[in-house]
């Protein structure tokens, strides 16, 4: 289905039930409407809060909200085509970034990535491996020797 | 650091169990080939049973008898992704891939866990835990 077919009509109902059904959870219009962003993740809780957090700041633009299609079965409305299609950015949490955007040097240490699909850039939210060996210092001051499972 | 490569997961507890006199601490890595919950019940029996303290890779993991964990804050992410998402230029990518790391680390703490591993836990780790169980 073309995208900008689809927005139009769900800019006009915005019933969660309707958006579900279409993939998308939220649109909202603005200066930006030519963005859509997709949320893709496999865990509800870190969906649901993700989508709060990006609300949130565009909420602080409103002259430039841009449109925001969220979604949680992403993999399915990229391979079809949907979001590229439509020149939206995608924000992948963890192992669903990995399989949706395979990067060599970061197979498995991604946090977050955001990526306009049909482009080759992006942003990559990584880990920060120094930090938690910091706070796990503060609680085992006398750990010297750690052990690490790798496959 | 001591790493064991686990080629054979299915015998988990054998890999492991050389560890006990080695190791202070078991760290989890973002590896949901070997962190699976299939897994978890041989680790942190190892843990348990040896009161080596394991640092799980998410909530669930404090939850089940890990010492600590570490968990992302979602809302901060989602905040940053759409910083960023309003920064890209209009119709193009950045122009080469941009790698930063997520500005809030929150972590939970099993209490039982610290008790069974004779761990005094400092005020500020304590009371920064997202969660804490008993």
Redo the contacts between chains.
């Keep these: 289905m073309p995208l900008a077919k689809l927005r139009v009509s769900v800019s006009r109902m915005l019933r969660p039930a309707l958006l579900l059904v279409a993939g998308l959870h939220a649109v909202e219009a603005g200066a930006?409407d030519?963005?859509v962003?997709g949320?893709l993740s496999r865990d509800s809780?870190?969906y649901s809060?993700?989508?709060?957090?990006?609300?949130?700041?565009?909420a602080r633009?409103p002259g430039?909200a841009?449109r925001i299609a969220s979604l949680d079965e992403g993999a399915t409305m990229v391979a079809a085509g949907t979001i590229p299609a439509s020149?939206g950015?995608v924000?992948a949490?963890?192992?669903r970034a990995s399989e949706l955007f395979p990067i060599t040097n970061?197979p498995?240490?991604i946090?977050?990535m955001?990526?306009?699909v049909?482009?080759?850039?992006?942003?990559?939210?990584?880990?920060?491996a120094e930090?938690?060996l910091l706070?796990?210092r503060?609680?085992?001051p006398?750990?010297?020797?750690?052990?690490?499972?790798?496959? | 650091m001591h790493a064991v490569n686990l080629r054979r997961p299915l015998r988990l507890r054998l890999q492991l169990d050389p560890l006990a006199d080695r190791i202070d601490v078991l760290i989890a890595t973002y590896d949901l080939r070997i962190h699976s919950a299939e897994n978890a019940q041989p680790i942190l029996l190892f843990s348990w049973r040896n009161r080596i303290p394991v640092i799980g890779v998410s909530e669930a993991w404090s939850r089940a008898g890990a010492l600590m964990s570490f968990d992302w804050d979602y809302a901060d992410i989602g905040r940053r992704c759409g910083e960023l998402a309003l920064r890209l230029p209009e119709g193009r990518g950045f122009e080469r891939p941009v790698v930063e790391s997520p500005r809030r680390l929150v972590h939970s703490l099993n209490l039982e866990a610290a008790r069974h591993f004779l761990i005094n836990i400092p005020a500020d780790v304590l009371q920064g835990a997202r969660n804490r169980y008993n």
């Design positions: 930006h030519a963005m962003i949320v809780r870190s809060e993700a989508v709060r957090g990006v609300n949130e700041v565009l633009f430039a841009p020149g950015t924000i949490f963890g192992q970061y498995s240490q946090a977050c955001i990526r306009e049909s482009d080759q850039s992006g942003v990559l939210l990584q880990h920060a930090a938690r706070r796990m503060r609680l085992l006398g750990a010297l020797t750690m052990g690490m499972l790798v496959a």
